[in-house]
């Protein structure tokens, strides 16, 4: 099922299917090693869900809910 | 952000290099992504021989370091920390121009061992620009803790190039490091080849079309087929950086122009829009990265990072926020309470050289006029800032650099962002609020890490809503004078005190807030930037350096700043008290002309001058308002217990002491405030905007809280 990163629950895992992303955004994100098939792992979610940091490729990266939700991931599971 | 040709990375490297001659030295260009300890290997490599600076048109910090190895010399240019060379923020084009177009001999790109995979992206990148490079595996003691093992000699084979392990806070594997630079930079024949990244046919296609032109463009020094895939790429910046490499060289372009037009049209064929191509290339280097991580790098299961476990606490909800209140509590109250000794003796020191000076001045029989212009106007002046700004900031700043070095300041960013959001602000906002505290010409300059240009204009415009370092002292005597009963026990009185300093603070951050949220809702609208923060693992402290360098980067560097600003003031000030007309002294008719609009929000006009007069540096308010009171021609230094006597026989009541409390809070920035917001802006109109937006608050502030409280309470 496609849902956006931020249905994503701390300790759930999940893999990136597309970004909704354009121009700098989508580049930096890019960056950031977000391809399709790149595991996401949400480690914290801040106050009120509107940040969150994720453990993508060995970094941990904060990011806001509005940038979350255009990131659409499946396979959602736990880890640990 | 208007690209215009001289705001290139690549007119920028080449005139932030014109300043020196390199001619005879190797040229090394040290690139990374941020947080890896690449400043670390610079520092170690180079030493104190350093120059740092800004790259010239941009506020991208630039450093420039010299070594000596075997008799060679080694010139270093430490590249803005970038996460990728494709260019999407200023540093990323200063890094990217360095390393396609300004001619160097080798390019060491430092990684960080505890986060390889994410890092050979930056490396996969750079290799394809230009193969003359040397993989740093930096903090591989980290690593090993973390239970992480790395096949170093396979990461070499496969990536196809030199990987030297170091571990540099502790110097380790630095000697390695140097002779691999050496041995690269003497003889070609010390490569490794490079395996390219392998892209899609379609990409290979493109790319073949402009490969003829491009390998005569590149002429052997980059990579022709990296250069094609970067004229493809819809990198504006990129192509404008290339057209001016290109007319240096007098390269005819419109070849190139026919080829990449073919290329596009073939792309356009196929159905392939911007997006995809971008997302393709990327794909595959990222990949090629994993590949290439997975075969290198093992993880024992059972090794947790320590980070992690940390953050659970630091970052939760119920323990994040408290923290972090209480480590800056303990940051403030060490600054403030261990600044005064120090503070004293420096200005008994000054003390000491103005007697030696004045002597000096009475044997060359110097009219005494000139005397007392220099000594008790110039001197003294200079005297009282530096002792009164030097030891808290001296303090405040390598604290700060602790906590930054630590790894805790972008968790701050993480918890505050939230709210920072709210105001239309970025998070990284509320870093370069509380660097404000500390001094808000250094809180301008931090404003550097925000990357996009809306929210950085809105944390410049709003930094000096909260008081710095200067603005204490005086808080504090008005506070203890006039707001705290001397009935109560000296305990309670001080804790008194502390709890309204911690309002007056909360009312700065208050109005910070709602400074921000009115600029993004008028000034400065549009829509929030993204937010991409990383939040790097913890790492213990490298004490004795942090000290060093932020006494040389931020303390020494504001202190310059304001000796510049403080001695021409001394001397205005000096002349303004001992210049008589009709009897009275110019500063007693400039303080009667204001005194009907200062008595209207508050103050009077001898308050007014003060502040205007103490522009220079908040913290000669005080001394200035006492030299006002007492008509003497210099500043005097004189006891609390004094002052108050002063002030209240100058009609001061609590209403004057809360206005001049709020006004202090909230008027113009000082002189070297506006000076680096002038030069991090680059604009007049902001510049102006910066000095009316808090002054314009104050008034109306002060102007409501003298009626109400005049008219209602009495």
């Known amino acids: 099922m496609k849902q956006p990163l931020t249905a994503l629950a701390e300790g759930e895992i999940c893999k990136v299917n597309s970004l909704l992303t354009e121009g700098i955004l989508r580049r930096r994100m890019l960056d950031l090693g977000l391809v399709e098939g790149t595991y996401i792992l949400a480690l914290h979610i801040g106050r009120k869900r509107e940040i969150a940091a994720y453990l993508i490729r060995g970094a941990v990266i904060a990011l806001r809910k509005e940038d979350a939700e255009r990131i659409i991931i499946t396979n959602i599971s736990k880890y640990l | ?714």
Request: proline share 4%; glycine share 6%; with cysteine.
């Open chain 2, 1 to 714: 952000m208007g690209l215009t040709a001289f705001s290139t990375g690549f007119e920028v490297a080449r005139n932030r290099t014109e300043d020196f001659d390199d001619s005879e030295k190797k040229i090394i260009a040290l690139a990374g992504n941020p947080n890896v300890g690449k400043s670390t290997v610079f520092n170690a490599l180079t030493g104190l021989k350093q120059h740092t600076g800004n790259w010239p048109g941009k506020t991208v910090e630039s450093a420039r370091g010299e070594y000596t190895h075997q008799k060679n010399d080694y010139v270093v240019y430490d590249l803005p920390g970038t996460y990728s060379i494709m260019a999407s923020s200023a540093e990323e084009e200063v890094a990217r121009d360095f390393i396609c177009f300004y001619p160097h001999d080798l390019t060491v790109v430092v990684i960080d061992a505890t986060c390889i995979e994410r890092n050979l992206n930056l490396v996969l990148q750079i290799l394809e620009a230009n193969p003359k490079t040397l993989v740093c595996l930096n903090l591989i003691d980290e690593a090993k803790r973390n239970g992480i093992t790395i096949d170093i000699e396979r990461l070499s084979q496969n990536l196809g190039c030199r990987v030297i392990a170091t571990n540099a806070r502790d110097g380790k594997g630095l000697d390695a490091l140097k002779k691999a630079i050496s041995s690269l930079t003497e003889s070609d024949g010390a490569i490794i080849s490079y395996s390219p990244v392998s892209y899609k046919p379609y990409i290979q296609r493109a790319v073949d079309c402009l490969l003829p032109y491009c390998a005569k463009l590149s002429a052997g020094k980059l990579n022709a087929s990296w250069l094609a895939l970067k004229i493809l790429d819809f990198d504006e910046s990129f192509n404008i950086s290339l057209k001016i490499h290109l007319n240096e060289n007098n390269i005819d372009e419109t070849l190139l122009d026919k080829a990449v037009q073919a290329a596009r049209t073939y792309l356009e064929d196929n159905n392939i829009d911007e997006n995809t191509l971008h997302d393709d290339i990327v794909s595959q280097i990222v990949l090629h990265a994993e590949e290439l991580y997975l075969s290198c790098v093992q993880r024992t299961s059972a090794a947790k990072s320590s980070s992690r476990k940390i953050d659970k606490y630091v970052l939760s909800k119920s323990v994040g926020i408290p923290l972090m209140i209480l480590l800056m509590c303990v940051v403030f109250y060490l600054t403030i309470t261990g600044a005064n000794y120090p503070s004293e003796l420096l200005s008994a020191l000054f003390g000491k050289i103005e007697t030696v000076l004045l002597a000096f001045f009475v044997r060359l029989n110097a009219p005494s006029w000139l005397t007392s212009m220099l000594v008790e106007g110039v001197w003294r002046t200079l005297g009282w800032v530096v002792s009164v700004m030097l030891p808290p900031m001296a303090i405040f700043f390598p604290l700060f650099t602790l906590l930054e070095d630590m790894g805790y300041l972008p968790r701050i960013a993480f918890m505050l962002d939230p709210y920072f959001k709210k105001a239309g602000a970025h998070g990284k906002q509320a870093l370069t609020t509380m660097m404000g505290f500390g001094c808000n010409a250094c809180g301008v300059i931090g404003c550097r890490i925000i990357d996009s240009p809306r929210e950085r204009l809105i944390a410049t415009l709003t930094n000096c809503f909260v008081p710095c370092n200067g603005k204490f002292p005086a808080m504090i005597a008005i506070i203890t004078l006039f707001f705290t009963p001397a009935s109560l026990a000296s305990g309670v009185s001080t804790a008194l005190s502390a709890l309204l300093l911690t309002a007056l603070i909360l009312l700065g951050i208050f109005i910070t807030f709602g400074a921000s949220k009115l600029l993004s809702k008028t000034l400065l609208k549009g829509v929030s930037s993204s937010f991409v923060l990383e939040l790097p693992p913890y790492r213990k402290p490298q004490v004795g350096k942090v000290i060093v360098r932020s006494i040389f980067d931020r303390t020494l560097f504001v202190l310059g700043r304001a000796v510049m600003v403080a001695a021409p003031a001394g001397l205005i000030i000096w002349l303004l008290s001992n210049l008589t007309v009709g009897g009275a002294s110019l500063l007693t008719h400039a303080a009667g002309f204001l005194d009907p609009f200062a008595r209207v929000i508050g103050l009077d006009g001898i308050i007014l001058l003060a502040f205007i007069l103490g522009f220079p540096a908040n913290e000669i308010v005080i001394p200035l308002i006492v030299m006002g009171y007492m008509a003497q021609g210099a500043l005097t230094e004189i006891s609390t217990m004094q002052l108050g006597t002063i002030l209240v026989q100058n009609g001061w009541t609590w209403i004057t002491a809360l206005c001049v409390l709020l006004f202090s809070l909230l008027h113009f920035p000082c002189a070297t405030t506006m000076l680096t917001i002038k030069k991090e802006t680059g604009s007049v109109k902001w510049t102006l905007a910066a000095f009316f937006i808090p002054l314009l608050a104050g008034i109306i502030i002060c102007f409501a809280v003298n009626m109400i409280a005049t008219q209602f309470i009495f």
